[in-house]
């Protein structure tokens, strides 16, 4: 009995690597077209060494960050704002080796550190602030400093690209619905009264949403564009369609230097890929662990 599963289970695989060598050439070339029509983006939080008490997962270090600049310098990556993505993918260029970088929370150090080693790469950076938290410095889970008005103001003037994180940054999925309203539309009446400009895209804390945040979102069309927490690509039918959750995946220091921003794009790459093949990139993502080659 189990020589028998084991002789169909051998069958199959030596066909399964037949299919795979006659369709290799096919589908690899099936691939570099998409990428040439996919955006991916990347999410970063704090541009520092881990401070104690602080999760690793939200920090890269200025060093490790400025390798990732300098591999997607080296790879010739058009580093763009999510406005300008949309509209590179929507007037249907060719946006092979294109890419989104993005902060979420807020921190200091994005003014201090990624600010700076963005412009030394004339590459621009995407923040998502959190309104409550706007130039204070709380202890929560260790000592976290924010940036100010003048800071974000000055990096929008700058040419990079400032949305909101929420006004308190607890999951929209979570809070009571009647405070719904408030923590998507205060950020836009805050940053317009302190920095004199609109903003005009979201980051949903913990990338998480659902059919009521975006039915709220859409009410008033004062936002053009979201990000959720799925991994993948963007491309013209994600951004027609689900123009408020777009795909996004967060980039960590496994302390492999560029390598681990090399991985992170692949990935963004075959999930979007995968996931415009029709397959449950959602169920993807939590198997990745079992996939070590994706
Ligand atoms: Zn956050």
């Given at each position: 009995m189990f020589k028998t599963v084991y002789r169909i289970l051998s069958v199959l695989l030596v066909l399964a690597a037949i299919c795979g060598m006659a369709y290799k050439g096919r589908i690899k070339e099936d691939f570099e077209n998409y990428k040439t029509r996919a955006i991916p983006a990347l999410m970063?939080?704090?541009?520092?060494?881990?401070?104690?008490?602080w999760p690793a997962d939200l920090c890269v270090a200025p060093g490790v960050f400025e390798e990732h600049l300098q591999y997607l310098k080296a790879q010739g990556y058009n580093v763009v704002t999510a406005?300008?993505?949309v509209i590179l993918l929507k007037s249907r260029q060719n946006v092979m080796n294109t890419v989104i970088v993005t902060f979420d929370d807020g921190y200091e150090n994005n003014y201090t550190e990624a600010f700076p080693l963005l412009k030394k790469y004339g590459?621009?950076?995407n923040?998502?602030?959190?309104?409550?938290?706007?130039?204070?410095?709380?202890?929560?889970?260790?000592m976290k400093k924010y940036m100010s008005f003048a800071q974000i103001k000055e990096m929008h003037d700058q040419g990079m690209e400032i949305g909101s994180h929420s006004m308190s940054h607890d999951p929209l999925t979570s809070i009571k619905p009647e405070l719904l309203p408030w923590e998507i539309y205060q950020p836009l009446n805050l940053f317009y009264q302190?920095?004199?400009?609109?903003?005009?895209?979201?980051?949903?804390?913990?990338?998480?949403?659902?059919?009521?945040?975006?039915?709220?979102?859409?009410?008033y069309f004062k936002y053009e564009y979201g990000f959720s927490g799925q991994a993948g690509c963007n491309t013209l039918k994600i951004v027609e369609e689900t123009p408020f959750a777009l795909r996004r995946a967060g980039v960590y220091d496994r302390g492999n230097g560029a390598k681990d921003v090399e991985k992170v794009l692949q990935k963004c790459y075959v999930f979007g890929y995968l996931e415009e093949k029709g397959l449950p990139v959602i169920l993807l993502d939590k198997a990745r662990r079992l996939l070590p080659f994706i």
């Open positions: 970063y939080h704090s541009i520092s060494e881990v401070p104690a008490g406005p300008q993505a590459f621009r950076g923040f998502y602030i959190v309104g409550n938290d706007v130039g204070k410095e709380k202890n929560q889970d260790g302190k920095m004199n400009f609109w903003i005009s895209g979201i980051a949903f804390p913990n990338g998480a949403f659902n059919d009521a945040i975006i039915a709220e979102i859409r009410k």
